[in-house]
């Protein structure tokens, strides 16, 4: 399995949160911050953006990224040693 970084904005066209949230968390992603989520998946980035884009209006931005490393502040030992077991 690979961890991937979803961030997304959501313009004020329709804001559809509850279908990308729950998309998000069908794939048992962990909602890191506001807009930014982790999942550990065998899906691609591909894939969870194409799982997503239906979620999504035309002026919408989505991005999702495979991570490699991470560093953060703030969180608690139990999310950073999650990170640290799925980032690899």
Request: charged share 15%; glycine share 6%.
């Given at each position: 399995?690979?961890?991937?970084?979803v961030?997304?904005?959501?313009r004020?066209?329709?804001q559809?949160y509850p279908?990308?949230t729950g998309?998000?968390e069908?794939?048992?992603?962990?909602?890191?911050?506001?807009?930014?989520w982790?999942v550990?998946t065998?899906?691609?980035s591909?894939?969870?953006?194409?799982?997503?884009?239906?979620?999504?209006?035309?002026?919408?931005?989505?991005?999702?990224?495979?991570?490699?490393?991470?560093?953060g502040?703030?969180?608690?030992?139990?999310?950073s040693?999650?990170?640290?077991?799925?980032?690899?």
């Amino acid at each position: 399995m690979s961890a991937y970084i979803v961030a997304y904005d959501l313009r004020v066209q329709g804001q559809n949160y509850p279908c990308i949230t729950g998309k998000l968390e069908a794939l048992k992603a962990f909602h890191m911050q506001q807009s930014v989520w982790i999942v550990s998946t065998n899906m691609t980035s591909v894939q969870i953006r194409d799982h997503l884009q239906s979620c999504l209006d035309a002026n919408d931005k989505l991005f999702v990224g495979k991570l490699s490393e991470s560093a953060g502040k703030g969180y608690t030992v139990d999310v950073s040693n999650w990170l640290k077991a799925v980032i690899v």
